[in-house]
Nanobody, 128 residues
């Protein structure tokens, strides 16, 4: 059974930091892109950051550029999201996602329908 399991969420005051981790099990996603999305209450799920298979091509949403950093460890089948200088508007459920359509590509997808595996999500709450 293929699973993506996120960890590391919680509650923090504005300006704080979190490190989210996503561990894949059941298959290797080494050849494929992985990403983080988030969904705030009453809003659609949005792209936060993504990485191609090697970590050599990464993208961050404008709203988190300079504050969040995505990285991956293929040996451990994990992808992480380091979140610094958190703001109340970062409050959301954060989801890890993996695609399996473009092996060994430099492309980084930014839309939900490009990803076929999803984690259950982890809550991040930032208070002012």
């Amino acid at each position: 059974q293929v699973q993506l399991v996120e960890s590391g969420g919680g509650s923090v005051q504005a300006g704080g930091s979190f490190r989210l981790s996503c561990e894949a099990s059941g298959r290797s996603f080494t050849p494929y892109g992985m990403a983080w999305f988030r969904q705030a209450p009453g809003k659609e799920r949005e792209f936060v950051a993504g990485s191609n298979w090697s970590g050599g091509s990464i993208l961050h949403a404008d709203s988190v550029q300079g504050r969040f950093t995505i990285s991956r460890d293929n040996a451990r089948n994990t992808v992480t999201l380091q979140m610094n200088d958190l703001k109340p508007e970062d409050t959301a459920v954060y989801y890890c996602a993996a695609e399996t359509s473009r092996p060994y590509s430099d492309y980084v997808g930014q839309t939900e329908n490009e990803y076929s595996y999803w984690g259950q999500g982890v809550q991040v709450t930032v208070s002012s």
